[in-house]
T-cell receptor
Framework: QKEVEQNSGPLSVPEGAIASLNCTYS??????FFWYRQYSGKSPELIMF????GDKEDGRFTAQLNKASQYVSLLIRDSQPSDSATYLC???????????FGKGTMLLVSP | GAVVSQHPSWVICKSGTSVKIECRSL??????MFWYRQFPKQSLMLMAT?????????EQGVEKDKFLINHASLTLSTLTVTSAHPEDSSFYIC????????????FGNGTRLTVT
């Protein structure tokens, strides 16, 4: 069974700090990796996606993928209180059109 | 672009009644839509995959006769919860894919269902 693991948190960081969110996955055949942000009571919102090993940067967000170690991370620079949310890691392998989601990590950014 | 609209955003119904939830892709054609359910403090659980013009594919443990899915057009999929019970109370979220299998999913705003 394909699994996506995330620390449930909460991860607490002060405003302006770097928040580091991690995710591991069990299926070595996984090809696509996504980070979604979900505010309480709302549906997920796509933050970033990454397909290749290495780093991918978009504004304050950097996704990092290491397929050999089967982990993907999301770095949020200059964290803001508005970044406080649950961050969901999602993984898709080459054989499926659906995503497997982790349970999410709650991030709390204090002013 | 890639806007997915879901309606209603919340609904309260009595036990034994049926509820229909609509999911529309507003600015793109979605050959495939997905229905998820999320219980409090839990992750999204895929219920079914909906393909336009064909029967939905349900995940293991999801009752297809209870959760009726219709994908009548490239922009509309509906989920009907039949004979709802309090344990069906949950957050139901649809999503749609804009392009190829590798494209990320775009989610609707979700429907909070409460069955009394």
């Amino acid at each position: 069974q394909k699994e996506v693991e995330q620390n449930s948190g909460p991860l607490s960081v002060p405003e302006g700090a770097i928040a580091s969110l991690n995710c591991t996955y069990s299926d070595r055949g996984s090809q696509s990796f996504f980070w979604y942000r979900q505010y309480s009571g709302k549906s997920p919102e796509l933050i970033m996606f990454i397909y290749s090993n290495g780093d991918k940067e978009d504004g304050r967000f950097t996704a990092q993928l290491n397929k050999a170690s089967q982990y993907v991370s999301l770095l949020i620079r200059d964290s803001q209180p508005s970044d406080s949310a649950t961050y969901l890691c999602a993984v898709k392998d080459s054989g499926y059109s659906t995503l497997t989601f982790g349970k999410g990590t709650m991030l709390l950014v204090s002013p | 672009g890639a806007v997915v609209s879901q309606h209603p955003s919340w609904v309260i119904c009595k036990s034994g009644t049926s509820v229909k939830i609509e999911c529309r892709s507003l600015d793109f054609q979605a050959t495939t839509m997905f229905w998820y359910r999320q219980f409090p403090k839990q992750s999204l659980m895929l219920m079914a995959t909906s393909n336009e013009g064909s029967k939905a594919t349900y995940e293991q443990g999801v009752e297809k006769d209870k959760f009726l899915i219709n994908h009548a057009s490239l922009t509309l999929s509906t989920l009907t919860v039949t004979s709802a019970h309090p344990e069906d109370s949950s957050f139901y979220i649809c999503s749609a894919r804009q392009g190829t299998i590798g494209e990320p999913l775009h989610f609707g705003n979700g429907t909070r269902l409460t069955v009394t």
